[in-house]
């Protein structure tokens, strides 16, 4: 496994959103940083996109892979994934077999992607800890789709980060995409009902 040594700790969360109501879906990616030393995690980045008609599964794994199409686009070796969809989270991690045909092109390019960074771990959450994300996706079925760093960030400041950073790496780590196979449980699209709304400078609880 990669030995990824001293750099800030680079967190991505994701959601999707589908409004039956209005038959457009959404999905949205967050980007936080930790740095060395520190346990206050600074939003940096955060995209919105408007998928149009969807259902909240493709939703959700759209939103996944714009985190790991971020985190290849910004050279970042070593990432946490984490979002509140126990399908997209256990599919990937292989808990869960795909059946789906209209996830299974999602899937696969989900794991192309992630061969291409050093260290990824996806990591399941709670909605409540999962605030900017889900705003974000709801703004993606509201037609907005966005793509900006906060004040004080931008990809040549994340990459100087990395840059400065000693790495170590002894391999890569690969996830081979294998057979699809048997049957998903509770396999279901709908329409999720969103309470939380949060702000750019939201400070979330942790998750353990």
Known sequence: MATVSNLPEFEFNFDGSYKSSKRKAGAGAVLWVTMPGSSTKEMVWTCSESLG???????????FIMCLEAARRFEIPKIIVKGDS??????????YKVKAAH?????????????????IEVLHIDREYNSVADKLSNDGDCNITTSSFTVGWNADRILGLIASSPVAIED???HQVDAVETTVENEVDQDEVVGAIATSNAVLPVAH
Not at 53 to 63: D, L, M, S, V, W
Not at 86 to 95: I, M, W
Not at 103 to 119: F, G, K, N, R, Y
């Open 103 to 119: 996830l299974v092109p999602l899937w696969t390019q989900a794991m192309e992607i992630a061969a291409d960074l050093v260290s």
């Open 86 to 95: 126990k399908l997209v989270v256990n599919q990937f991690n292989g808990s």
């Open 172 to 174: 890569r780590t690969h």
């Open 53 to 63: 008609k969807r259902t909240n599964n493709e939703a959700e794994y759209r939103g």
